[in-house]
């Protein structure tokens, strides 16, 4: 039985809520049937507690392979009726632009609703691109909320609007609204969702060229109605001062946040008109230019890139609105994200007046920086460790997405490129071509996401490629999510165990060999052997993460590293392994216990120097 406030509280009940977990509360109360997502901060949390709460009477839910994959079956359940949802981080939306795209076309009657949670700032991203421009050119509502209770009531209505217009409806969140936390009133559950019957409709669903030029202009017919409904809805707001004002603002997403508080502490709040966008797209056209009839100076506030400033000016020139528009300017780029300070500032160069004393200026002096690194007991430093010993500077490393990037840090530094998930297959079999001798490193979860293509393509052209696939075990960057390759023990009876050497074997490579990631001096002897040989060869290198082993399988080690004597041989494993566990106690080197993960590497790389030890109660 389900004991979870976000499927037993009572309607009326106000919770505190993780902008993620209130998505998942507004998809409950909208009736959702069918949840997938390939994981990704900051959305992981929303289909993680969909798993946790387990209610598969009201919905079925997957990881998928990649963000493509968990794209189609979403909207092969919305086509089927159902009401579907797939989450995914902003980059993700990349590798599922094609299948949404045309479904854009086709339309989807039972209803999609799209999660793009954007990363302004790159807290964990290798760019910080703005996905309202995927709502632009693939023609598609988006909503943005600016708070919790608006990520929950924005999704209800993200349902209601996907499945009245048959349309994809993109909800678009940022990393401060996804993690954020606030009051979320909770409405009634319903008992049941109905499907909307599926019709066989070739002329609409299998667009070939002639049905798709048609859908086309059923598209724009939709987004006029979109339109409309933007004109009335509720979350876009205009407030307005009591006698008419000169100056006037528009904003949207989180950017509405900074601007009250701003205007709080500027004590501006009654000199300005605000019109605030929550339904973002398609703007309402006619709200808007009265908006900017009705002033001669007006701001647009909005964090990421331009778009809604230039929408705005487009605007303006056509209607003939003399409003003097301003955006962007040097304190409030296109870069980063917004903070309450840059947006006091930015105002009151607009206001014309001197910044006031922000008093929320921090007062703690600049702390040292902590950089991020592999975790103690972390498999991926020993495999580092061992290419370091065999390849040393002497090739190039292709890196991929995962933890394992993080070796690029140095002493390891075996990370010198990354485009994007699978690349260091594919694009170190492009550096191998033209000349450059390569070792790629790939995750278990990322194998599966979008390693397998490139391999398949550096078999097939006979590109000489060494990969290192890290298995371990889990999707680790993300929260411990499932994957292919995780133990059937582990996956229980929903899923299913894909086995990575069988498939690898099965794509015709003849040199490839499994090891326990921590074997320092089989990964060395392999490296070694594989160096010099052609074509594609892989190591697979075994080992559960460490922390994955002792959160969820219950595995802890019950003996610790010990340092039994000084020399250079301890210092050199200090310098060149670095594992976080060690420190210099004056200049002697020792192993703290609290951190030590029971690995034991360290007894292999300098076995004169340290012993295991039974850890202290």
């Not at 760019?127 to 608006?150: K, L, M, S, T």
């Not at 550096?431 to 979008?450: K, M």
Request: neutral net charge.
């Amino acid at each position: 039985m389900n004991t979870h406030p976000l499927l037993d509280a009572k309607p009326k009940e106000t919770h505190l809520l993780l902008g993620n977990e209130a998505i998942v509360r507004g998809a409950l109360e909208a009736g959702v049937q069918m949840v997938t997502c390939y994981p990704g901060t900051p959305s992981s949390e929303v289909v993680d507690t969909f798993k946790r709460l387990n209610a598969t009477d009201r919905y079925q839910m997957e990881y998928s392979i990649n963000e493509k994959v968990a794209m189609e079956v979403a909207c092969g359940a919305a086509l089927g009726g159902a009401k579907s949802l797939v989450t995914m981080k902003h980059v993700g939306l990349n590798v599922a632009a094609d299948p949404l795209f045309t479904t854009c076309y086709t339309g989807l009657p039972g209803g999609l609703v799209v999660l793009s949670a954007d990363d302004p700032g790159c807290h964990s991203s290798q760019n910080e691109q703005d996905n309202r421009g995927y709502a632009r050119i693939a023609h598609i509502p988006c909503f943005e909320p600016a708070d919790a209770a608006e990520a929950h009531a924005m999704t209800i209505a993200a349902f209601d609007l996907a499945r009245t217009l048959e349309q994809p409806v993109m909800l678009r969140t940022t990393t401060r609204i996804s993690h954020m936390r606030g009051a979320v009133q909770f409405q009634e559950l319903p008992s049941h969702t109905d499907l909307v019957p599926f019709k066989k409709n070739p002329g609409r669903f299998v667009p070939l060229p002639a049905v798709a030029r048609k859908r086309h202009v059923a598209l724009a017919e939709v987004m006029a109605k979109a339109k409309e409904l933007s004109e009335t809805s509720c979350f876009n707001q205009e407030h307005s001062q009591k006698q008419p004002v000169a100056l006037g603002i528009i904003t949207s997403g989180v950017a509405r946040d900074y601007l009250k508080d701003a205007l709080h502490t500027g004590n501006w709040t009654e000199q300005v008109d605000i019109f605030e966008l929550g339904l973002t797209w398609p703007l309402p056209e006619k709200r808007l230019g009265q908006f900017l009839l009705n002033h001669s100076r007006v701001l647009v506030l909005e964090e990421g890139y331009a778009y809604l400033e230039k929408d705005i000016r487009a605007l303006a020139q056509s209607i003939g609105a003399s409003a003097n528009i301003e955006g962007k300017d040097a304190t409030l780029t296109e870069f980063g994200e917004y903070s309450h300070s840059l947006v006091v500032q930015r105002l009151a160069t607009w206001f014309g007046v001197e910044a006031p004393l922000n008093p929320r200026r921090s007062v703690t002096p600049d702390l040292p920086n902590r950089p991020p690194n592999l975790c103690p007991g972390c498999s991926h430093r020993a495999v580092y460790y061992a290419a370091r010993k065999i390849f040393g500077d002497s090739v190039v490393y292709a890196s991929d997405i995962g933890c394992y990037t993080l070796g690029v840090v140095p002493p390891m530094r075996t990370a010198d490129f990354l485009f994007c998930m699978g690349s260091s297959i594919s694009g170190g079999s492009g550096l191998a071509r033209v000349g450059q001798p390569v070792v790629a490193f790939i995750g278990d979860s990322t194998f599966f996401h979008s390693g397998l293509t490139g391999l398949a393509n550096a078999v097939f052209n006979q590109h000489n490629l060494l990969l290192v696939i890290l298995d371990n075990g889990t999707t680790a960057m993300t929260g411990h999510q499932p994957n292919p390759g995780m133990l059937q023990k582990t996956l229980g009876d929903n899923c299913t165990h894909i086995d990575i050497e069988a498939i690898i074997r099965g794509m015709g490579v003849e040199a490839v060999q499994s090891i326990n990631a921590y074997n320092v001096r089989g990964l060395k002897q392999i490296f070694e052997q594989y160096r010099d040989l052609k074509g594609v060869r892989v190591v697979i290198a075994k080992q559960p993460c460490v922390l994955y082993a002792k959160r969820q399988l219950g595995k802890t080690q019950s003996k610790v590293a010990q340092v039994v004597q000084q020399g250079p041989e301890t210092l050199a494993c200090l310098k060149e392994f670095a594992c976080p566990a060690f420190y210099l106690d004056g200049t002697d080197v020792a192993v703290d216990e609290a951190l030590c993960a029971g690995c034991m590497v360290c007894l292999q790389i300098a076995p004169n120097s340290f012993k295991a030890v039974n850890r202290r109660a």
